[in-house]
């Protein structure tokens, strides 16, 4: 099993920035890849970023240039940074664990980017 615990969502005007962080525990020698996926009311959870145990990256087209994930091996934490924050950005934003052939969820943390 792993847990995931999320922080740093909040309210934040167009233009500007926020770190979320996600923090792994549990069985987490398991884990190949760790990411971020948001959610809007009435839609399905869309990619953000993902970051692969190796180092590899890969992110949505929406949010290339202005969203950079990374991660702190040593404190099993992976990081969103989001820049130039935009009005479409406002989601509750998921952290994720591929585990095998598992996904494990972080509770969620709402994101809001007012106009």
């Known amino acids: 099993q792993v847990q995931l615990v999320e922080s740093g969502g909040g309210l934040v005007q167009a233009g500007g920035s926020l770190r979320l962080s996600c923090a792994a525990s549990g069985s987490i020698d398991s884990i190949n890849a760790m990411g971020w996926r948001r959610q809007t009311p009435g839609k399905p959870r869309e990619l953000v970023a993902i970051?692969?145990?190796?180092?590899?990256?890969n992110y949505a087209d929406s949010v290339k240039g202005r969203f950079t994930i990374s991660r702190d091996n040593a404190k099993n934490t992976v990081f969103l940074q989001m820049n130039s924050l935009k009005p479409e950005d406002t989601a509750v934003y998921y952290c994720y664990a591929r585990s095998n052939s598992k996904i494990y969820w972080g509770q969620g943390t709402q994101v809001t980017v007012s106009s």
């Open positions: 970051i692969a145990t190796a180092g590899s990256t």
